[in-house]
């Protein structure tokens, strides 16, 4: 294990042919491994399956409130759904609006309202502005990104530092321009670094002066409950915060079940304050008359209470620790030390966010892919799909079998090398 | 039974007389009936609640692509659900796309991608254009005249015709204004009419020269398989009538299982043309991963095939078939030949649609009301909720019981007379 930054021309060029051939080797196998998708493994969905038996024809198809589930009606969830979920995320019922089963789709939606009917009754709406800008904490979710291109909202990026977003740059940005309206975040575990927001972070967030009015912070809470470790990292509650600072319309908080139960049947939420669901509801009784009410249900049957909710929690750690502690560990020891890449050890979470040399992640991933590996796209992980370093990838442990993975990884690890060890015969070269 | 406008002043003014003194009856009771809601009845539901144990655990969780029905993905629907409601619809399943428990949700969101980014990628967004607007033929189904009102789409009222809309006006009016950018149609069993429009209507609607090349059809074909009778109605398919005309990419149809099976957790789904579908989905992949393809599946294994739908209606329809003939034989018996009100005998639907004398109808139903009854508002089934000779009342028999249902007769029947026999008494002082 040596820092390849010492090397002279002549060492880099005999470790590539040695990484050269062993690449070739990989090549020659014909690999079909998939290191792309943040989705739940078949072994974590079947720790739901009990769900498909929790509902039967025999049962009182009412809600507490003697609402049949089966028919129409219930805008915002039943009361009972919204109570669970008010405790998973820390706020009362009254501030929660239950969904379907994606809360991709409330914050699109979310997005939507505000261009088109604005963040309140009063407020202008977003779209007869001449612009809308969102500051976008990269790394981070491109689907976010995608929302905002979709709606023609210009994209500012903001670094992601080891305790959240860049906040000497947020608080400048937001208190200098009124056309900056909105920002994402994902502030435990985050998509793709792993990071939980500290305490600080958070409160500047909630206090901070904002030219615009209408000003959001779309808190996507996607990862609340999933938690790698025995000692999860803690994040504090940004509407109180609000609320104490005078901002309390300040936040739209998303959550969802997708990686809780059924990636594709889960029940997808939000929590704001009463005043902007008021006007939220108003316009969602134009949309739908309600979400799937069984589903919620079904739902509620199964975890009966937070503390359960908690331990199935772990099931899911227990299943994709060890592929964490497997990826983490092979980048340790076959890139620990070499000073040619950067990681983020997560608590919780999906991802592993991996930063080489500059300018070396879009060959990384072509790399991979040619010996098999599909990784997210190099570059996804920032608007526009641009990465302006070039150097950041995100791993997604959790689907692939710990087989796949550790010759995945050991891939990766590769291409990392190759594409390295090219970078600094290149600036080798150079500096001749 | 005596035609009303037979009688003079005197013999109206004992006949009110006696109907107040019925009036004064059902008031003293405190009644809390219901007509309003067009949900299916509790009876109607416990037709589907096999559905709950269709799927457990012990299930193979596949579908038929090999696809997890658990884990993400899908966006346009799983393959065989495709196939399902391609046959109910008449389309290719290649024209189909499957949503999530609201039809309404994807009509919504449909005007919604043609405000923010046009019925294509070429064409331009409706918002961006100084004014849009929609033919409303009336009366109709007030959930389509709100996603107008929320896009601040402006509504032009066409008549309903016993055959479908009126025709004359609607070419006349699409061949003039380029602003016309869409119809609202309930086509079978319209909603409150329950009229299904003619081969006639079909045709001259898929055929007609519209000013603006983005024209869309709305066909809201909620009714298809919702048959009272053993001689059903029978609609002409329009996306066949379109592509014979050239006009292929017209028509956005839509549907849903929720009067089917659950009224809060069936399947929406709409068709339209390949080539709408792919700018649909395009956008449609930054709302959401896919709907819930574990309900796809809980539907298909229920129903198996088309003939066991079309077994399952005739059993909605034993139920709901006597409160219908229960609210026309009342409407027969005790309005009938007085020559004060008018309405159609559905062969389908959910609704039956009385029309009173010009300017009763908002009387009808606050009387209604005051004696315990109440009735979808008037005005509703017309676009802002304003009927130009206020006389629509919607009936909606499904939700109450036989005998809640002819006890609200009763009092609807008497209502009308009331307000009848006052109007012409007006009508007779003016004259003397």
């Keep these: 294990m040596t820092d390849l930054n010492g090397l002279n021309a002549n060492q880099l060029k005999e470790l590539l042919d040695d990484l050269q051939q062993k690449y070739s080797t990989y090549q020659s196998q014909n690999l079909n491994l998939n290191m792309a998708r943040g989705k739940p493994s078949p072994e974590q969905l ?50 929660v609006l239950i969904g379907g089963n994606s809360s991709l789709n409330m914050m699109h939606d979310t997005v939507m309202r505000a261009m088109f009917h604005g963040v309140n009754a009063e407020s202008e709406p977003w779209s007869k502005l001449p612009k809308v ?22 994209m500012i990026v903001v670094d992601m530092k080891n305790n959240g977003p860049d906040m000497d740059m947020v608080e400048k940005l937001v208190s200098e321009d009124e056309s900056i309206k909105g920002i994402w975040c994902v502030p435990k575990y985050s998509n793709p670094d792993g990071i939980t927001y500290s305490d600080e972070v958070v409160d500047r967030l909630a206090k901070m002066n904002t030219k615009a009015d209408d ?8 990862y609340t409950v999933h938690h790698l470790t025995e000692n999860p990292d803690v994040l504090k509650n940004i509407m109180v915060e609000c609320k104490k600072a005078g901002n309390e319309n300040r936040v739209y908080m998303f959550s969802s079940t997708s990686k809780i139960t059924f990636a594709g049947s889960g029940i997808g939420v939000m929590a704001t304050s009463e005043n902007n669901l008021k006007h939220i ?8 008359i309600g979400p799937d009410k069984i589903n919620q ?24 620790r060890p592929k964490f502690d497997l990826v983490l560990s092979k980048l340790d020891s076959e890139l620990g030390s070499k000073n040619i890449a950067e990681w983020h050890n997560p608590n919780g979470g999906y991802f592993i966010s991996l930063n080489t040399l500059d300018g070396c992640a879009k060959k990384v991933v072509t790399m991979a892919k040619e010996a098999g590996v599909t990784l997210t796209g190099a570059g996804a992980t920032f608007p526009y799909g641009k990465d302006p370093r070039d150097r950041n990838i995100r791993i997604a442990p959790t689907f692939p079998s710990l087989s796949e993975l550790e010759k995945a990884v050991d891939i990766l690890c590769l291409c990392v090398q190759i594409a390295s060890v090219e970078k600094l015969l290149e600036a080798n070269t150079v500096e001749q």
């Design 215 to 222: 000003f959001r912070i779309f808190w996507d809470d996607a």
């Design 281 to 288: 509801k108003k316009l969602l009784s134009f949309q739908t």
């Design 46 to 95: 079947d720790l739901s399956n009990k769900m498909f038996d929790i509902l039967t024809s025999e049962d009182d198809l009412k809600a507490e409130d003697g609402t049949d589930i089966r028919n129409y009606g219930g805008l915002d969830g039943l009361p009972e759904a919204k109570q669970f979920f008010a405790d998973i995320l820390e706020v009362s019922p009254n501030e």
């Design 133 to 154: 800008k969102f500051l976008c904490p990269s790394p981070g979710y491109d689907r976010h990104f995608s929302v905002c291109e979709v709606f023609n909202i210009e």
């Design 297 to 320: 249900i079904r739902h509620l049957k199964f975890f009966k209470n937070h503390e359960n909710l908690k331990k199935h929690m772990k099931k899911h750690a227990d299943i994709i």
